[in-house]
């Protein structure tokens, strides 16, 4: 199946995309300044409709990614490892000769499998302890 990748997406897409997965809508201009604070952002497109998303939050050294999301009807072609991988491609040419970048996320339940395909591993390994998180709510 012939596809485009773009850097970017538009947050009626964003919204749509999470909606086909059963994920809430949010606010639009929530989504726009995420979308504009994010390192990176890839979409991709089949016949001008996008069809997957994923984010990273970065600062050069360390990439936290959010937001992984293939529409439903598309699930199981290979689109979110190739979201994925583009992720790390573009994380590979930010980062300088000797220099190291950590790519970090938090997988839903049972979607472990698909991160380890795109050359994750799970936490704890090595020295790390587990992942930790905090939500705030307001
Ligand atoms: C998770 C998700 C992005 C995967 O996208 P996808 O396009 O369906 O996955 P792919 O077809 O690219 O799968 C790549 C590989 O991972 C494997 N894989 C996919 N989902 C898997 C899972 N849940 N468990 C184990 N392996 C999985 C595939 O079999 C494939 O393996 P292969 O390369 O040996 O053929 C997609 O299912 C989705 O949008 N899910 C709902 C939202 C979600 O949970 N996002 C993740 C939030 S952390």
Same mark, same amino acid.
């Given at each position: 199946m012939n596809y485009i990748i773009e850097n970017g997406i538009d947050p009626l897409e964003y919204n749509r995309l999470r909606n086909t997965i059963g994920w809430d809508s !949010? =606010?639009? *201009?929530?989504i726009k300044d995420a979308v504009n604070s994010s390192a990176i &952002? $890839? *979409?991709i497109k089949i016949d001008d409709k996008t069809i @997957?998303?994923?984010?990273? %939050?970065g600062d050069g %050294? +360390? +990439?936290?990614i959010v937001d992984v999301v &293939? =529409? !439903?009807e598309y699930h199981g072609k290979g689109f979110g490892k190739v979201l994925i991988d583009e992720i790390s491609k573009e994380v590979y040419g930010r980062t300088q000769v000797g220099q190291k970048a950590s790519i970090i996320l938090i997988s839903m339940?049972? $979607?472990?499998g698909f991160y380890e395909k795109? @050359?994750?591993r799970k936490v704890p390994f090595d020295f790390t302890g587990y992942g /930790? /998180? $905090?939500s705030i709510q307001k």
């Open positions: !949010k =606010d639009e *201009s929530l &952002v $890839k *979409s @997957g998303m994923a984010r990273a %939050i %050294i +360390y +990439y936290l &293939v =529409d !439903k339940q049972g $979607k472990e795109c @050359g994750f /930790m /998180m $905090k």
